[in-house]
């Protein structure tokens, strides 16, 4: 019997979850990764532009707060937040609600139908209060669709909650066609003239502004200290060990899916009540997906949505500015707008993970026959 050796290549690197980063570590991590994103952003700006990178994160900040923008963001902020607060429950029970979009847009549709058909035939208060039980109501209905068939069938919940984005835009679409028979794609404040939020103080969007405030605490009570939110964390953990202990699964998955759908009608009702008083298939302009990332990147807490909702807007809408003010194309944002978040995304795996290189490459092994 001979001996041989037999080579065998173990990987060059393996990536293993962290346990050991404190909270100090992480926010210096993130804050570098910010900074990073900026000079890149810079540096590509100067490639297009050959203007001061200084003067580009100046025009950063002001597209967000500038003078007469501060409000508008903060505004802004509320609303992706709402969304992001929505999709929170659904996807700390990992239910894919891919939806969301969709769900805000029902909630549009059925505040605008109410403003359009009742609006000067009966007092604006109890039109608003029709107009928040029909948004409310339709964005639950529209949650509780793809729930019922996961939670009865099994089906596939990602693909059910995209496919009910575009039966939303369809209904609008022929609300359009039959409130304006111009042919716009707009119904706007000329047709949509009562029914609008009050201002507070003299000032627009406060009162969606502390709405979205007050939800923002009475979630994070209600997924951290009831009964509820425990149940959608067992859940979301093992389906099993959740049946095992009693707890009715489909019930859950149900129940919060017309949660998440009520807020998101919510969302939809600020929008249209208390923002542009008008409705169009765009309106609901991508956050149902931002809400996504939003929730992820603060690991499904409210009280930390509140900073990433921040970034993230801050971003958007200085961004936008850049493009706007150097006559740059309009995609030019969205393309700095990448560069930054994946900056941030990319911190966020090395703040969970960290990458273990193997500095012996080649082992022996022996082998008898």
Known sequence: MKNKSKRTHEPLFHISKRTDVSLKTGIIIRIVAIILALIVCG?????????????????????????????????????????????????????????????????????????????????????????????????????????????????????????????????????????????????????????????????????????????????????????????????????????????NVKKVIIRTMALSGAICGLAGLLLVGGASHSIDSNLADGRGFTAIMVSWLAKFNPFTMILTTLLIVFLERGADEVSSKFGLNSDFAQILTGIILFFIIGCEFFINYKINFNHKKRAQVKEEK
């Not at 109890?126 to 107009?131: D, G």
């Not at 109501?137 to 729930?147: E, L, T």
């Not at 009162?207 to 149940?231: C, D, F, R």
């Open 43 to 247: 540096i590509v700006t100067k490639i297009f532009t050959g203007d001061n990178p200084i003067s580009i994160y100046k025009t950063i900040f002001d597209g967000a707060f500038g003078k007469g923008r501060t409000l508008v963001t903060i505004h802004e902020i509320a609303i992706l937040l709402c969304v992001s607060l929505a999709v929170t429950p659904a996807f700390r029970m990992k239910f894919w609600n891919i939806g969301a979009e969709g769900q805000v847009l029902i909630g549009c549709l059925s505040t605008a139908m109410c403003m359009f058909y009742l609006g000067g035939k009966i007092p604006d208060g109890l039109l608003m209060l029709i107009m928040a039980i029909f948004a409310i109501v339709s964005g639950i209905i529209w949650g509780i669709i793809p729930a019922f068939f996961k939670a009865q069938w099994g089906t596939n919940e990602t693909l059910f909650t995209l496919m009910m984005n575009y039966v939303a835009i369809q209904l609008i679409e022929y609300f359009l066609k039959i409130a304006d028979k111009s042919g716009s794609n707009v119904v706007g404040p000329d047709l949509l003239t009562h029914g609008w939020f009050p201002t507070l103080f003299g000032t627009n969007y406060l009162l969606n502004i502390l709405i979205v405030a007050v939800l923002t605490v009475v979630l994070y009570i209600y997924l951290k200290y009831s009964k509820h939110g425990y149940e959608i964390s067992v859940v979301g953990e093992s389906e099993n060990t959740a049946r095992y202990i009693g707890i």
